[in-house]
């Protein structure tokens, strides 16, 4: 018993560190490229936390949905404009992220010193079929329905929208050229 929970530390430390380090390569990366790969480091992290806490379905939708799909947009989207192409050096912005800084730095601070004074118990032993596809179902539909249908329309709004953002871009009718003056417009 003494072993196996020293190795569910071990890979929950694993895990953790992966996750983090992969998190802090995405935004400190100035790399495009290095940036998607630290995020795919990161989500196989949290992938590897999910299966820790016996919750395969999670663990398998997070590899599918975000390392099989979001990451490889994401480096569809770097190569398509380009690895190199980096937003200019921007003075304006340097108060507000000066402020961000301290703000971050703030929380962080925070949530140190109120997690160094607390005591944690043993989590609970989790019910059997926790992170089920079955658990996961029951309590979407049950339970989170109201908000699952919410985000579901939320979802369908901004798709419409991207789709006549689209559509207005690309029928924008074209400056009439030299053709048109010469012919009177007509054909």
Do not use: W
């Not at 569809?76 to 992220?97: E, S, T």
């Not at 997690?115 to 596809?133: A, D, I, M, N």
């Not at 709004?157 to 074209?174: C, E, F, L």
């Amino acid at each position: 018993m003494q072993q196996a929970d020293t190795l569910e530390r071990i890979y929950f430390a694993l895990c953790a560190v992966l996750a983090i380090a992969g998190a802090l390569g995405t935004v400190a990366s100035p790399n495009p490229i290095r940036g998607a790969m630290s995020l795919l480091f990161t989500i196989i992290a949290v992938a590897g936390l999910y299966l820790q806490l016996h919750a395969p379905f999670l663990a398998a939708i997070q590899l599918i949905v975000y390392a099989g799909a979001v990451v490889v947009l994401f480096l569809f989207v770097i190569m398509l404009i380009g690895p190199a192409a980096v937003a200019p050096r921007d003075g304006r912005a340097l108060v507000p992220r000066i402020l961000a800084g301290l703000a971050t730095s703030a929380v962080v601070v925070t949530t140190i010193l109120v997690l160094s004074k607390k005591t944690f118990p043993r989590p609970p032993v989790l019910q059997h079929g926790f992170g089920s596809v079955e658990a996961i179902g029951e309590a979407l539909f049950t339970d989170y329905l109201v908000p699952f249908e919410a985000i579901s329309f939320l979802l369908m709004v901004a798709i419409v929208g991207a789709v006549a953002v689209a559509r207005g871009k690309s029928t924008a009718s074209p400056a009439p050229s030299d053709d048109d003056a010469v012919s009177g417009g007509e054909a």
